[in-house]
């Protein structure tokens, strides 16, 4: 577990659910374990989850699914707000951790501030993030409405100056980076974490170094990196993941495994590159799962498109049904056999091969 993962940790034992409450989650707790231990099929209430308020965005990157022919099909919208609320008054008192992450831009949603404070309302120990791109012109304005309420707030990064824009296509690095210092002077002092991600592919690896050094002189606390997994661009085959074999991305990876130790202020966490690819690297069937504006419960975060394949509508049936219907429990049971449904064809998960240090 890392440090931040911990300190959470410790925050959320402080602020349990009180009386029937604590009960009801404590149950749920036990419910979880044993189901774990008997290799049930089915699941007890999450522990997390992930809420797409929006998949609107504001930006066109070339790592982002919905840039493609799966984003190009689905429908766009907002979350309506008093289905939002109906949302956690199921999941509580049973949730510990909320994203309120999607495939669009979380601030475009008019009432994240309301969203994030009726959370905070059943319990101040839910802990609460979001993913965002930093690039509106009121940012920095609203991330100041959510400092001291919100956990963490991760910002999308991928590259430094024109490396930036040349993935993140219609985004100017200069007013990013304005704002992410906006939001950083903001959060000085605060309990919201800063965090940025980085999807590395072919065009900015060689910046993964580089990023780790951004971190440390504008003072950003943690730093998470990911491959690019291309499960739902349909412009690319399984032959792109040979890249992360390559000599170059290697000792760039290495390099910036081993240049953390150099920054004690900047925690560094990476995607397991190291351990072989299976099916069983995925924990998106047994925990953290995924509603999409408009109520689908698809399989996870990396192709969220309903049109696809999802478990059923949160809208139309309570959640806890949907995670234990039977098209739910057979795709747990093809994790247990290691067995790739087709809907995960070019998930990196499945098809990333180990990385060693040669």
Not at 174 to 192: H, Y
Not at 236 to 260: R, V
Not at 286 to 314: L, R
Request: net charge neutral; proline share 4%.
């Amino acid at each position: 577990m890392t440090k931040r993962k911990l300190l959470k940790a410790l925050q959320r034992i402080q602020h349990l659910p009180k009386g029937i409450n604590l009960l009801r989650y404590s149950n749920n707790k036990i419910q979880t374990l044993l189901l774990s231990k008997s290799k049930s099929l089915k699941v007890a209430y999450p522990s997390s989850i992930m809420i797409e308020l929006t998949n609107h965005c504001n930006i066109k990157c070339i790592t982002c699914a919905r840039e493609y022919a799966y984003g190009d099909a689905m429908a766009k919208g907002f979350m309506d707000f008093e289905k939002f609320k109906n949302i956690i008054d199921e999941i509580y008192p049973y949730v510990d951790a909320i994203g309120l992450t999607g495939l669009g831009e979380t601030f475009l949603y008019k009432r994240i501030e309301e969203a994030v404070d009726y959370i905070k309302s059943k319990s101040k120990g839910i802990i609460i993030s979001c993913s965002i791109n930093a690039h509106l012109p009121k940012s920095v304005e609203i991330a100041e409405k959510l400092i001291n309420k919100i956990d963490t707030i991760q910002i999308s990064i991928d590259g430094i100056g024109d490396v930036y824009n040349e993935v993140r296509k219609t985004a100017d690095y200069n007013f990013f980076l304005k704002n992410t210092l906006g939001i950083l002077e903001k959060a000085k002092g605060s309990n919201t974490d800063i965090m940025f991600n980085m999807v590395v592919l072919k065009e900015n690896y060689h910046q993964m170094s580089e990023m780790l050094k951004l971190c440390d002189e504008i003072g950003v606390k943690y730093l998470n990196i990911n491959p690019m997994n291309i499960v739902a661009r349909t412009d690319l085959d399984n032959s792109y993941y040979d890249f992360y074999l390559s000599k170059e991305f290697k000792d760039e990876y290495f390099k910036t495994k081993e240049m953390a130790s150099k920054y004690p202020n900047v925690e560094l966490t990476f995607y397991d590159f190291e351990s072989p690819a299976s099916f069983k690297k995925c924990r998106f069937m047994w925990n953290y799962f995924y509603i999409t504006w408009d109520g689908f419960v698809p399989p996870c975060c990396a192709k969220p498109f309903p049109k696809e394949k999802h478990f059923g509508n949160v809208f139309e049936q309570p959640l806890i049904e949907i995670l234990n219907t039977k098209d739910y429990q057979d795709f747990r049971q093809d994790w247990f056999n290691d067995v790739s449904p087709e809907f995960c064809d070019k998930c990196f998960n499945m098809n990333l091969p180990a990385i060693t240090k040669e």
